[in-house]
Nanobody, 122 residues
Framework: VQLVESGGGSVQAGGSLTLSCSVSEFEYRSNCMGWFRQAPGKEHEAVALIYTPLGIRWYADSVKGRFIIFPDKAKNTMELQMNDLKPEDTAMYYC?????????????????WGQGTQVTVS
């Protein structure tokens, strides 16, 4: 299983970025997938998850109303649209996936990870 992120970068506060995670059709159809982030000196934090068979989404309180996770079936990607970005959103963002439901959001439950993409908000 390979997950490859893209779309990170630097942006001013209030701006927007969209991250993409390329996935194979198999992984996309049968997993809990989503995005974690890790700021310097902090642990991985689940940001947004989607249970792909039913399209059920979960968002961390810190990003609710600003971030949107959605699949782009035409491109076989999992997107994270980030709006109204804040300096506290600065982190390395990782795409992750696991078999089964998203009810357990512990990073240790996620078997598959991308290499990460940096997001910097100033």
């Amino acid at each position: 299983v390979q997950l490859v992120e893209s779309g990170g970068g630097s942006v001013q506060a209030g701006g927007s970025l969209t991250l993409s995670c390329s996935v194979s059709e198999f992984e996309y159809r049968s997993n809990c997938m989503g995005w974690f982030r890790q700021a310097p000196g902090k642990e991985h934090e689940a940001v947004a998850l989607i249970y792909t068979p039913l399209g059920i989404r979960w968002y961390a309180d810190s990003v609710k109303g600003r971030f949107i996770i959605f699949p782009d079936k035409a491109k076989n990607t999992m997107e994270l649209q980030m709006n109204d970005l804040k300096p506290e959103d600065t982190a390395m963002y990782y795409c992750a996936a696991k078999r089964g439901a998203c009810s357990n959001r512990d990073q240790k439950q996620f078997s598959y990870w991308g290499q990460g993409t940096q997001v910097t908000v100033s």
